[in-house]
């Protein structure tokens, strides 16, 4: 049975830090990209962060370039995700999705965990 399990979410003032972690179960971790997705009030959820299989190659939506940062520990099967300088807009259900396979290929996510950023 696969499982993605986040953890770390929190409500915090602005310019404070968090870090969100994503433990994986039941798949072989280092075959898959990771990514985290956040999904805003009233909004569509939206790719954050990508990482790949190896860790060597990382992506980021431009509204969080500088103040986030994605990681992976293959060994552990833990994906990372730093996040600095938070801001009110970056209030949003964050999911940790596995994918494998391009674009025809197959995802799994995690329940989601809320982070909260009052001014």
């Known amino acids: 049975q696969v499982q993605l399990e986040e953890s770390g979410g929190g409500l915090v003032h602005a310019g404070e830090s968090l870090l969100l972690s994503c433990a994986a179960a039941?798949?072989?971790?280092?075959?898959?990209?990771m990514k985290w997705y956040r999904q805003r009030p009233e909004r569509e959820r939206e790719l954050v962060a990508f990482?790949?299989?190896?860790?060597?190659?990382?992506n980021y939506a431009d509204s969080v370039k500088g103040r986030f940062t994605i990681s992976r520990d293959n060994a552990k099967a833990i994906v990372n995700l730093q996040m600095n300088d938070l801001k009110p807009e970056d209030t949003a259900v964050y999911f940790c999705?596995?994918?494998?396979?391009?674009?025809?290929?197959?995802?799994?996510w995690g329940q989601g965990t809320q982070v909260t950023v009052y001014s």
């Open positions: 990482i790949n299989n190896s860790g060597r190659r990382t």
């Open positions: 999705n596995a994918h494998r396979g391009g674009a025809s290929g197959f995802d799994y």
């Open positions: 039941g798949i072989i971790f280092s075959h898959y990209e």
